[in-house]
C-alpha cells in the first residue's frame, strides 16, 4: 500500500529533521510530503537538503501561514494527483509516534479511515497540564455528541485515511482550518458511508517548539461543531 504521510510545519526546525527520519524508517513504502508555510527559521530548508539525497521526501512550500485545514487539503491533492493508496496525517513535533504508522495501514487493511485514538481505550496523554486535558476531553464528548459520529477522539490529528475517502469528499468546500478540520473530516467521511476504526496511540505533549494552540482555534472548533450538528439535524427531517 503506497502510503504519503503529511506533514504541515510552520517554524518546526528543531524537530522536522528526527521526525522525517524516524518516519522514513517506519515502512519502506512510505513517503513523505511536508507542507511548510514559508516558515521563517528555515524549516523547508532543512526539508531540501534531506530531499535532495531520499527520494521518498517531497515539499511543497506555501508563501503565508495560511492553517491547519487548507495544508492537509493541498497535501490531499497533492497525493490523488499522484496515485497514492492511503494518506497519513501527524504533527511536526513528536507528539505522534511514527513507529504506530503501520498500525493504521494494517487497520486500512478492513476499514476506509483509521484515528489514533488518545480516548477510545483510556486516555493515553502524556505531559499534559489538567486543564488542556480536560478541555480536549470535554471537546470530544460535544463533538461525538452534537454531530453524531460514534468516534471518541474527533480532534486527532494523527489518523490515516484510504484515497477512495479523498477522492469522494469536496475538498474545496471544507470549511475549517483549524484543529476542527480534524471533525469535519470524520464527519464527511462518516455521512459518506466510510467505516471508521480507532487505534490506541500514546501522546506526548511536544519537547521543543511552540504549540499552535490558541483561543480563536477553539472558539472555531466550537462554531464548526455546532454547524455540522445543525446539518445533522436537518438530515434527519429530510429522511422523515
Not at 12 to 18: K, T
Not at 72 to 100: Q, R, T, W
Not at 176 to 200: C, D, H, L, T
Request: aromatic content about 8%; glycine content about 8%; overall charge positive.
Amino acid at each position: 500500500m503506497r502510503t504519503l504521510v503529511i506533514i504541515p510545519t510552520f517554524n518546526e526546525a528543531e524537530n522536522i529533521n528526527s521526525v522525517i527520519l524516524k518516519v522514513l524508517n517506519s515502512n519502506t513504502e512510505t513517503e513523505i510530503l511536508i507542507v511548510d508555510d514559508n516558515s521563517p527559521d528555515g524549516t523547508s530548508k532543512i526539508v531540501e537538503g534531506i530531499a535532495k539525497t531520499d527520494t521518498r521526501v517531497h515539499l511543497l512550500t506555501r508563501q503565508n501561514k495560511a492553517g491547519l485545514g487548507t495544508a492537509y487539503v493541498a497535501g490531499f491533492k497533492y497525493a490523488i494527483e499522484n496515485g497514492y493508496d492511503c494518506v497519513v496525517e501527524m504533527d511536526a513535533d513528536l507528539s505522534h509516534e511514527p513507529e504506530e504508522i503501520p498500525k493504521f495501514k494494517q487497520a486500512l487493511s478492513q476499514a476506509d479511515v483509521a484515528i489514533g485514538s488518545r480516548y477510545a481505550f483510556g486516555v493515553s496523554v502524556l505531559n499534559w497540564p489538567m486543564k488542556r486535558l480536560l478541555l480536549s476531553y470535554g471537546g470530544n464528548i460535544f463533538a461525538r455528541v452534537v454531530t453524531g459520529v460514534p468516534v471518541n477522539d474527533m480532534t486527532s490529528g494523527f489518523k490515516a485515511f484510504r484515497i477512495e475517502v479523498l477522492k469522494s469528499i469536496s475538498l474545496e468546500g471544507i470549511r475549517s482550518n483549524g484543529y476542527a478540520f480534524q471533525v469535519e473530516m470524520n464527519v464527511r467521511a462518516y455521512r459518506r458511508g466510510f467505516k471508521i476504526v480507532e487505534v490506541p496511540i500514546v501522546f506526548t505533549e511536544r519537547r521543543v517548539g511552540v504549540s499552535k494552540m490558541s483561543k480563536k482555534i477553539v472558539f472555531e472548533a466550537v462554531k464548526i461543531v455546532l454547524i455540522l450538528g445543525v446539518g445533522r439535524i436537518l438530515r434527519f427531517l429530510r429522511l422523515r
